[in-house]
């Protein structure tokens, strides 16, 4: 049995690495509103942690999908955990793993702490999923600097360029910066000063984005689970391609090879394997970026890793509503706010809505 949860504040816990962090409103009413989706890809008697079990019933209907897990909230897990888990073999998987998310789940239900991720493996965690360790092992062209006089010389050589905090999330912690502007180096001394470092990257001519999804599995070995094809606006996910995986490989065509994407899959894959055994059991994504080599746009390079996201991402949610069969119809999947609650929506490609909840 699998206890499932959703914490999309995760990127921000990371970056604030203490027991107490209080996540901002918008990303609480995210996490309340679609705390349902894991059973999108939960297996059947799994349990899903959600803080309304009728909006959650509603929504994954709505969407088309039979329930097979069981909703239920945290206060009820606690005060029911041995007739609810008995003799079972739980395991608990988080959307991503920090030390926030810990310190909640065992505050609240106290039983739980024995299958919680030791405070050595939340650091680890939270090491490989820095732009510190992405700039050392994954990355051809950005730089990792510790002081604001190496971010200059470094900014300097670039004329235009990306300041990343080494961690963040949906566009925040990301400056865009033009030789010898001033405020965005304040800012950068600012990160330096409360996270130790700031990752440099040139400022690319941004064409698409895209990823690729992986599986760490117990014993060590990683497995490719899949393109994810995706926008984003000033940083921000806006939504994902809903279609089969040779349907993925043919839009990416006209930018890259499937065989560039072996080599790009194979070469993550190796690198992964010896960081993450014994560290990290669980789903992650390497996103990636086609930019303009040129103005005329007709020649393409790739930046094969943007960002390593050690955790569940809106691709493996994509991944889990794709179809297989490759004469469907491609979809897109978004998550749009009216105003009062957030909503996963699945559209036709001519733009009719098909499903929203």
């Given at each position: 049995?699998?206890?499932?949860?959703?914490?999309?504040?995760?990127?921000?816990?990371?970056?604030?690495?203490?027991?107490?962090?209080?996540?901002?409103?918008?990303?609480?009413?995210?996490?309340?509103?679609?705390?349902?989706?894991?059973?999108?890809?939960?297996?059947?008697?799994?349990?899903?942690?959600?803080?309304?079990?009728?909006?959650?019933?509603?929504r994954v209907k709505r969407l088309g999908y039979s329930i097979v897990v069981e909703f239920l909230t945290i206060d009820q897990l606690s005060e029911?955990?041995?007739?609810?888990?008995?003799?079972?073999?739980?395991?608990?998987?988080?959307?991503?793993?920090?030390?926030?998310?810990?310190?909640?789940?065992?505050?609240?239900?106290?039983?739980?702490?024995?299958?919680?991720?030791?405070?050595?493996?939340?650091?680890?965690?939270?090491?490989?999923?820095?732009?510190?360790?992405?700039?050392?092992?994954?990355?051809?062209?950005?730089?990792?600097?510790?002081?604001?006089?190496?971010?200059?010389?470094?900014?300097?050589?670039?004329?235009?360029?990306?300041?990343?905090?080494?961690?963040?999330?949906?566009?925040?912690?990301?400056?865009?910066?033009?030789?010898?502007?001033?405020?965005?180096?304040?800012?950068?001394?600012?990160?330096?000063?409360?996270?130790?470092?700031?990752?440099?990257?040139?400022?690319?001519?941004?064409?698409?984005?895209?990823?690729?999804?992986?599986?760490?599995?117990?014993?060590?070995?990683?497995?490719?689970?899949?393109?994810?094809?995706?926008?984003?606006?000033?940083?921000?996910?806006?939504?994902?391609?809903?279609?089969?995986?040779?349907?993925?490989?043919?839009?990416?065509?006209?930018?890259?090879?499937?065989?560039?994407?072996?080599?790009?899959?194979?070469?993550?894959?190796?690198?992964?394997?010896?960081?993450?055994?014994?560290?990290?059991?669980?789903?992650?994504?390497?996103?990636?970026?086609?930019?303009?080599?040129?103005?005329?746009?007709?020649?393409?390079?790739?930046?094969?890793?943007?960002?390593?996201?050690?955790?569940?991402?809106?691709?493996?949610?994509?991944?889990a509503l794709s179809p297989e069969d490759s004469n469907s119809r491609p979809k897109v999947m978004s998550?749009?706010?009216?105003?009062?609650?957030?909503?996963?929506?699945?559209?036709?490609?001519?733009?009719?809505?098909?499903?929203?909840?």
């Open positions: 049995m699998t206890l499932h949860i959703f914490n999309p504040e995760h990127d921000l816990a990371l970056a604030a690495n203490k027991k107490g962090f209080t996540a901002p409103h918008a990303a609480r009413e995210l996490r309340s509103d679609l705390a349902f989706i894991p059973a999108l890809w939960a297996k059947e008697g799994d349990l899903v942690l959600v803080d309304d079990i009728d909006l959650a019933i509603q029911h955990f041995d007739e609810i888990v008995g003799e079972k073999n739980l395991q608990v998987c988080a959307w991503g793993w920090d030390l926030s998310l810990k310190y909640q789940l065992q505050t609240k239900c106290p039983q739980l702490a024995h299958y919680l991720p030791s405070d050595t493996t939340l650091e680890k965690i939270r090491k490989v999923s820095s732009r510190e360790w992405a700039v050392e092992h994954l990355q051809k062209y950005s730089k990792y600097c510790f002081s604001l006089e190496s971010v200059k010389k470094v900014t300097s050589q670039m004329k235009k360029s990306v300041l990343k905090a080494p961690w963040s999330s949906s566009g925040r912690g990301i400056r865009f910066h033009i030789d010898g502007d001033e405020l965005q180096l304040r800012w950068a001394d600012n990160v330096i000063r409360k996270q130790g470092g700031i990752a440099v990257e040139p400022m690319y001519s941004r064409v698409k984005d895209f990823g690729m999804e992986f599986e760490a599995h117990a014993d060590g070995h990683i497995e490719y689970c899949g393109l994810s094809l995706f926008d984003t606006v000033n940083g921000a996910y806006v939504g994902n391609v809903l279609a089969s995986e040779s349907q993925k490989i043919k839009m990416m065509e006209p930018y890259i090879s499937k065989d560039r994407l072996i080599d790009i899959q194979n070469r993550i894959i190796q690198v992964m394997q010896k960081e993450l055994k014994n560290v990290y059991v669980g789903v992650f994504g390497v996103d990636m970026m086609v930019y303009a080599l040129s103005e005329s746009a007709e020649e393409y390079g790739i930046n094969e890793c943007v960002e390593v996201n050690l955790r569940r991402t809106m691709g493996h949610v994509a991944l998550v749009n706010f009216d105003g009062s609650h957030y909503h996963l929506k699945v559209l036709a490609t001519n733009n009719r809505e098909e499903e929203d909840n």
